[in-house]
């Protein structure tokens, strides 16, 4: 990272280091030749040498201040384009993670794997297309010792979308087989046993419904957990290169409510 604030700053202050060395290069060069002149030429000389100069010179550094306007112009854009970057996929995290603890909410009224399974309702989940992080606007933190976090990010991604996916699986499941089977026997809400519902619906029907809502439980913990982790983590990052800028922040280690994660902007 110091490696890299050094080769910043060389690149940023090149342009007026090498302003300085060209003009008192020539101021140099010109000085010179005006001593090379004999004494009865340089004072009518020396004045148009003077005014030769004066006007290269303006010129010279009314191209110099034109530059680095454009320069600092561009660099503007660049910087408002990366901050924005990261500021959407913080914001596009937090929205991943209260998408995952609304459905963990939902979860967690069933503790237990009979309840989830063959209990708990089968709301059908909205998809979260949107909620997809653009890495490609990233790309940047390559440049800033990121290109860890930038992979690790990608399978935050799948990781979320996996989660999804288990959730809809097991309420497709139990729309489209358990409840239809549970129906046809009139077990619906009824008190019964395990091995008693086991042999009534079928060990297919049965084992696929307690799996599909464990494995979705399963899938909302861990996602719950790591994307919290990863967004701070990108927030530190965010920190490390706008360090007077701030960004948003999921408040917590891993709330289980949704109300508990509450962002902050630091």
Request: proline share 4%.
């Amino acid at each position: 990272m110091n490696n890299h604030k050094q080769r910043t700053l060389k690149e940023r202050y090149t342009p007026e280091i090498l302003g300085v060395l060209i003009g008192t290069g020539a101021l140099t060069l010109w000085y010179f030749s005006s001593l090379a002149i004999d004494k009865v030429v340089v004072p009518s000389s020396f004045q148009s040498i003077i005014t030769i100069c004066g006007s290269a010179f303006g010129a010279f550094f009314g191209a110099y201040c034109a530059f680095k306007l454009r320069q600092h112009e561009e660099n503007q854009t660049k910087r408002n384009k990366r901050k924005t970057a990261l500021d959407l996929c913080l914001f596009t995290m937090l929205r991943q993670h209260n998408a995952i603890s609304l459905m963990k909410m939902d979860y967690d009224e069933y503790p237990h794997e009979f309840q989830r399974a063959f209990l708990m309702p089968a709301a059908k989940s909205p998809e979260y297309k949107d909620l997809k992080l653009n890495l490609d606007d990233l790309i940047f933190l390559t440049n800033h010792d990121g290109f860890e976090h930038l992979f690790l990010l990608s399978i935050e991604q799948e990781r979320f979308e996996q989660a999804v996916f288990a959730v809809n699986y097991r309420n497709n499941y139990a729309t489209e087989h358990l409840h239809p089977a549970l129906a046809k026997h009139e077990l619906n809400r009824k008190l019964i046993s395990p091995s008693e519902l086991k042999a009534v619906l079928g060990e297919v029907i049965y084992e696929t419904s307690v799996n599909s809502a464990n494995n979705a439980n399963e899938h909302l913990i861990n996602t719950q957990h790591s994307i919290v982790k990863m967004q701070n983590k990108l927030h530190e990052i965010a920190k490390s290169i706008y360090p007077d800028e701030r960004f948003l922040k999921i408040d917590g280690s891993a709330p289980s409510t949704a109300e508990q994660d509450l962002p902050t902007a630091e």
